[in-house]
């Protein structure tokens, strides 16, 4: 069978991670094309895909674009990997839909409102066809597996969702995620996930929304140089290119390396202070939503934490007992009956750590990639799951601001 051929737009962190999963599947899939606004950024990339192709068995050749247009129009691609910052994902999207292509867009959806509307139209337009989304907790095993544990009844019906995140994310303010007008907003970027989970495991539409937040331990603090590898401070938060690279998986170092190292490019530049007078974005939130069908969920997020096994948690409970799974560890517990009774399930996929990337997501988004572009699977997260998370983003953004209760 022939190999069906992927272009990348924005050969950053993330692009180079799923091009290296697509290197380890077992299915007949490369990466022909990339295109990233950076030429000396493309190159390196270009060279890091052509190698791990080739270490895994299936060696390829890749042009490089740095106008998205071009790859789209020139490469007979069958699908279009968005992977750039979300808030150049509007446009290669609705090109890439007018053009007939798959798209695979990375979460969140994109930075603002007008984005979001304009993006759910275009895949409305296109007959809610041909469009999937990263939400990597869909693809993950322990996620999976606690939706059905849920589907099947064992806690009866759902009443309440708690979304518990307390992360190590200095990174959050470190890169250009820190700016809301790139990224949204760390409720966009790193809860379009959180919200994504409590929707579906909600099941319903999401009704209204209310927020307090703020920026309580990345504060703006005159005394600290811009970045980092000026500073000389002993600081809990700083990046380290030496330290960090060396800790990073091999997939993202060497991509790095040349192209961010002392580079104050906005785009580039991986060690921005997280004390930096013109970050905008928060780094810690309460949020409650309530849903169609009554029930209460809440978001609990603060990117100040620490790697612990339970950074990330989600509990469900329902009218006849409650779901607790942890993310790290892929545990679930379960009371049922009443809470007369208990069982814990290791519910770890077979990826889980491996190191191929949120906990077995990543080879699974391309499984499902693979069943999206040959047999037309339809895939576990489309582009009306990015629009409502990302829509909740942004109003429960505004409301730490304003103290208001959004209809969503
Ligand atoms: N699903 C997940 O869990 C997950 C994990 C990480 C990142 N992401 C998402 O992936 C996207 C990329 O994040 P990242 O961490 O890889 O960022 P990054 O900064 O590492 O990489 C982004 C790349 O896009 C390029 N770029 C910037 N503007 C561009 C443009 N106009 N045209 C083409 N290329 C452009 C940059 O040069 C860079 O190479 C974001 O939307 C992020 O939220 C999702």
Redesign the pocket.
Known sequence: MKDKKVGI???????LGLARSIAYSNHNMRVASL????EE?AQESKESIERVFSEAGKPTKVRTYSD?KELIDNDDLDLIMI????F??EEPFRYALKKGKRVFC???LAHSMEAIDNMYDAWTENNKKNAMV???RRYENTWRRAKEIIDKGWIGNVKMTLMRSVIHHPSYFH??YSQVEYSGGVLN?KSA?HFDVLNWFSGAKPQMISAMGGRSVYTPQDAYPEWCNECDKNCEYRFSYNEDFKNQSQRQSPIYIKTAVNSKDE??AKDKCVYAKDTNTIDHAIVNISYENGIKGQLFLSVFGYHTEDMETLEVVGDKGKLRLERVSGKIEVDYDYGREHMTIDARGKYHNDGTG?FGADIEIINAINGFVCNDIKPPANVYDGYIASRMSFLATESCKTNKVYEI
């Open positions: 737009i924005g050969a950053g962190g993330r692009g295109c990233d606004k950076y950024r998205y992977t750039a910052p979300q150049f994902h990375e979460k969140p990263g939400f990597t890169k250009w970027e996930h785009f580039l949120h």
